[in-house]
């Protein structure tokens, strides 16, 4: 039987042969994919965003499609659309990207709101509608999706209801200098472009759910991850207080994305049961994108992460 430290190894060390560094992203994605969960990433220009997820659907051994959004990009362009067949008169569809296991959305807030809806109703129903019939996506499906936080021009902020289904939001920041001078060792030559391999399948990682569903998780760890999402709601709700800082707290799909998550995390590091512990070591990537910052808040620099901190800090862990 797989373990999950065992599974983790091999993906991790098969990705790390093109992406140096940005151990703990690896580790998330990872856990995304057996929690079923999709993944929003978020970094500056030259972090090895796209080429993180390209490798992950190398190495895991899945169809992959990557999906360069643009201001232009059509609905169309993503789910498919019917083509006419002028040898029978009949129309026939044409399936998009968006029918691929591993679906890159590269630059996902330069498209339009069209293009958002769309692919809305394939992340959350995991099918597509094209010419008012349905069509399921294949399984396992996951949208992997990143975006610029310092591009401005040409983009349109993801409306609330879309950023809530993704299962991570996560920061891909810089890599250290002894990284970064083993990527010039590494690839600065063309010639040594690593090629990976497919060391997993779709149908292992469907196998390997099973055991993620079976990680225990007691009363007790339960009350925690609802009074560290409720608490986001009460700062929220907060009346006449001199400073708001947040404009409503995280919806109930955080209280499941911590609990799957949790789970999923506990299985990969070779534990049986979920601990606070883990809990709070995922808190940050599941609660970030669900919470909404009031201006006040902005205008003294007072970032998501720093109010989960404290949400953190102020909820009593449980003694078991």
């Known amino acids: 039987m797989i373990t999950g430290p065992d599974w983790s190894k091999k993906l991790s060390a098969e990705i790390g042969k093109a992406v140096i560094g940005q151990d703990a992203v690896v580790e998330r994605l990872l856990v995304a994919l057996l929690a079923n969960g999709h993944v929003l990433l978020e970094g500056m220009p030259g972090l090895a965003k796209t080429l993180l997820v390209k490798s992950l659907g190398v190495t895991l051994g899945v169809q992959f499609e990557r999906i360069q959004f643009t201001p232009d990009l059509l609905p169309s362009d993503v789910v498919g659309t019917m083509i006419f067949q002028p040898k029978n008169g009949e129309f026939s569809v044409h399936h998009g990207p968006i029918f691929a296991n591993l679906v890159l959305a590269d630059e996902i807030n330069r498209a339009p709101a069209k293009v958002q809806s769309a692919l809305l109703e394939a992340m959350q ?54 990284e970064e001078s ?109 919470i909404g910052l009031t201006y006040e808040a902005e205008a003294e620099e007072i970032t998501a992460d720093k109010i989960i901190r404290q949400v953190i800090e102020r909820t009593p862990v449980p003694a078991n």
Not at 144 to 152: L, S
């Open 125 to 178: 129903e995991r099918q597509v509608t094209i010419g008012g019939n349905t069509h399921p996506l294949p399984r396992p499906f996951f949208v992997m999706a990143t975006q610029n936080p310092i591009e401005q021009e040409g983009t349109y902020p993801l409306p609330e209801a879309q950023t809530d289904r993704f299962l991570f939001k996560l920061i891909v920041d810089y890599p250290s200098a002894e």
């Open 182 to 290: 083993s990527m010039m060792q590494r690839w600065g030559q063309v010639t040594k472009q690593p090629t990976l391999l497919a060391v997993s399948n779709g149908a292992e990682l469907l196998a390997l759910r099973p055991q993620v569903d079976a990680v225990h998780v007691s009363s007790a760890v339960q009350g925690y991850i609802l009074a560290l999402v409720r608490a986001t709601r009460a700062l929220a709700e907060q009346e006449g207080s001199a400073k708001r800082y947040l404009n409503f707290g995280a919806s109930p799909r955080a209280s499941l994305a911590l609990y799957q998550a949790g789970k999923a995390l506990a299985w990969l590091r070779g534990q049986d049961y979920l601990t606070p512990a883990l809990v709070q070591d995922i808190a940050a990537d599941v609660l970030r994108h669900r």
